[in-house]
Nanobody, 121 residues
Framework: QLQLVESGGGLVEPGGSLRLSCAAS????????IGWFRQAPGKEREEVLC?????LTFYAESVKGRFTISREKGTVNLQMNSLKPEDTAAYYC?????????????????WGQGTQVTVSS
């Protein structure tokens, strides 16, 4: 059973940066499509970006140019730059077997517990 763990959340000032990581103990995430989601209080969960098993990426318009997803040594990182207060949310990574070549998977099989990102001065 793949158990995902997110790390790297915290409090940052507007304009600052954070780097989140998604890992699975004892497993490499290289063979999975990985999505990063966020959910702010009172709002629906949204998928902000994903990376396929062949490293194709897809970014939501709200984060394009500011967030970057990448793989590193079996984990998946989310680099967030130029953070805005509206980026404040709990961030979750999710994984699934998926061989699609465009967009993000329609559903994910494995989810992490989330890490909180707060952007505030």
């Amino acid at each position: 059973q793949l158990q995902l763990v997110e790390s790297g959340g915290g409090l940052v000032e507007p304009g600052g940066s954070l780097r989140l990581s998604c890992a699975a103990s004892g497993f490499t995430l290289d063979v999975y499509a990985i999505g990063w989601f966020r959910q702010a209080p009172g709002k629906e969960r949204e998928e902000v970006l994903c990376i396929s098993s062949s490293d194709l990426t897809f970014y939501a318009e709200s984060v394009k140019g500011r967030f970057t997803i990448s793989r590193e040594k079996g984990t998946v990182n989310l680099q967030m730059n130029s953070l805005k207060p509206e980026d404040t949310a709990a961030y979750y990574c999710a994984a699934t077997d998926w061989l699609g070549l465009a967009g993000c998977p329609l559903s994910y099989d494995y989810w992490g517990q989330g890490t909180q990102v707060t952007v505030s001065s």
